[in-house]
């Protein structure tokens, strides 16, 4: 009797590990897809934030693009009247 009372406890034990060992599983998959929704999430906001950033790098590069060529023409509409000036 008290050999069959030892294994109900070795048995009783181990199924409480094992519950134990299923709710820790079951508490890291709900982390894990915690996780990755929030990674998902997170990789919408950067795609994002990057072609952010691509607009504002195409829209920086066309105002340089604009401000060096109206300096340019501004540089070479002076040059003009100066030498103009000069010819009179």
């Known amino acids: 009797m008290d050999k069959m009372h030892r294994t109900e ?9 094992q519950m134990t060992y299923l709710k820790t599983l079951d508490l890291a998959v709900k982390f894990n897809t915690e ?7 997170f990789k919408v906001i950067r795609l994002d934030s990057n072609k952010w950033k691509d607009e ?8 340089t693009y604009i401000l060096y060529n109206q300096s340019n023409t501004f540089t070479y509409i002076c040059q003009s009247l100066l030498f103009w000036s000069y010819e009179l």
């Open 56 to 63: 504002l790098d195409i829209a920086i590069h066309w105002l």
């Open 9 to 17: 406890v070795d048995i009783i034990h181990l199924v409480n590990h």
């Open 35 to 41: 996780a990755v929704e929030v990674l998902s999430e």
